[in-house]
């Protein structure tokens, strides 16, 4: 299936699982999401755990269209297959800061540690909602060094959806996007409490730049000028992160974002430059 370009990503991770990569698309594109996970503490059967948090600016028109969840579980030798895995999502309005279930699908697992099903979406994504991803087992524990390949893809054919693809294996690598040669890297940038550092930042197509909050302000945002992407206000605690994966297609260009609570006292700016060829970004973002 052919994936589009992706925006903005929060990743919100608990201590039981390492998050390796991540793409999704937003906006009026449908949706295809892809995680490659290695848990790094063992998952009790029946617990839930959230491996994946995105903010949407925008509506969604996903309504009528088919929500398909499928992956793998790569278990240690001599572990126990689970019987079936729960993929569920909760959305919540960050106006009202309603929480509601966006949609919940168990799926059961084959011996190979392989699972897919899919169901048809009733509803659009409401605009400025913040949709967490949780997975849940059942029949037996996920064991410490579980990796899992998860995929989320929306598409608008039942026959599309009734497809059964492979989501590649879970060997941690991240997903997607695409590169300019050699493995993807991890660009991170300290979102500080009037600035960016660093401010300005070069990196190969396929590659992904985190923003982490450093500072003890937590009104910051890390919004695109053209509207590419927007993180909303996720740095709501130290540590938390916002993060987007620049894939092949954006070769040469050069994004340049800000802060929409201190650009204006603090001009706080930055820039992404995305190949050897991206030209240089304006005054005051460099």
């Known amino acids: 299936m052919h994936r589009k370009s992706r925006s903005f990503l929060l990743l919100a991770v608990l201590t039981t699982v390492t998050l390796s990569g991540c793409l999704l698309l937003t906006a009026e594109q449908f949706q295809s999401l892809t995680l490659l996970l290695k848990l790094t503490e063992a998952v009790p ?124 294996p879970g060997d941690g690598n991240g997903g997607g996007g695409g590169g300019g040669g050699g493995d993807p890297d991890m660009v991170i940038v300290d979102v500080l409490d009037n600035s960016f550092d660093p401010k300005s930042v070069t990196i190969q197509p396929g590659d992904t730049v985190r923003w982490v909050l450093r500072g003890q302000d937590s009104s910051h945002t890390a919004t695109e000028m053209n509207g590419t992407w927007d993180s909303g206000f996720v740095f709501n605690a130290a540590g938390a992160f916002f993060e987007r994966t620049f894939p092949i297609s954006e070769d040469g260009q050069t994004f340049q974002y800000y802060c929409v609570t201190h650009q204006g006292c603090c001009e706080m700016q930055g820039s992404v430059r995305v190949g050897a060829n991206a030209p240089d970004p304006g005054d005051g973002y460099t």
């Open 45 to 168: 059967a029946g617990q839930s755990v959230e491996v994946h948090r995105a903010f949407y600016p925008g509506e969604v028109k996903v309504r009528r269209n088919y929500i398909k969840v499928f992956g793998r579980l790569e278990l240690p030798a001599g572990a126990e297959m689970p019987t079936s895995v729960t993929a569920r999502v909760e959305s919540e309005d960050l106006a009202t800061e309603q929480i509601y279930n966006r949609f919940t699908i168990r799926i059961p697992v084959q011996p190979d540690g392989s699972f897919f099903k899919f169901r048809r979406f009733a509803k659009n994504l409401r605009p400025r909602t913040l949709q967490t991803f949780f997975i849940e087992v059942a029949g037996a524990d996920i064991p410490t060094d579980t990796k899992v390949a998860l995929c989320v893809d929306v598409v608008k054919k039942r026959a599309e959806a009734a497809q059964q693809e492979d989501c590649g």
